[in-house]
């Protein structure tokens, strides 16, 4: 069974950057998809970023393209999302996530992971 940790967020201004890291632990990370998912206060969990294992396979939906950037470091067991130019829209809570599955089984949706940690709080502030 592995466990993810989230880690990295807090309470920023519009125009801030953020970095989320993820831990993964226990189990076999081995050819794990991971990536990211979001929650806004009253709304559904969204897909926000997905990288493959060997990292040749990255998406990231419309609304964070060009300022948010996935990254995974498999020795370590670490998820990775960097995120630049802030915006009072990001703010939710943000989940880790795996599967093993496909890139495309998280651009289709939170159903279905594997493993989730219990998320992180960004607040972006206007």
């Known amino acids: 069974q592995v466990q993810l940790v989230e880690s990295g967020g807090g309470l920023v201004q519009a125009g801030d950057s953020l970095t989320l890291s993820c831990a993964a632990s226990?189990?076999?990370?081995?050819?794990?998809?991971m990536g990211w998912f979001r929650q806004a206060p009253g709304k559904e969990r969204e897909f926000v970023s997905v990288i493959s294992w060997g990292g040749s396979m990255i998406q990231y939906t419309d609304s964070v393209k060009g300022r948010f950037t996935i990254s995974r470091d498999n020795r370590k067991g670490t998820l990775s999302l960097q995120m630049d130019r802030l915006k009072p829209e990001d703010t939710a809570v943000y989940y880790c996530?795996?599967?093993?599955?496909?890139?495309?089984?998280?651009?289709?949706?939170?159903?279905?992971?594997?493993?989730w940690g219990k998320g992180t709080l960004v607040t972006v502030s206007s």
């Open positions: 996530a795996a599967k093993r599955g496909s890139v495309r089984d998280f651009v289709e949706g939170p159903r279905g992971m594997d493993y």
């Open positions: 226990g189990g076999t990370f081995g050819n794990l998809v």
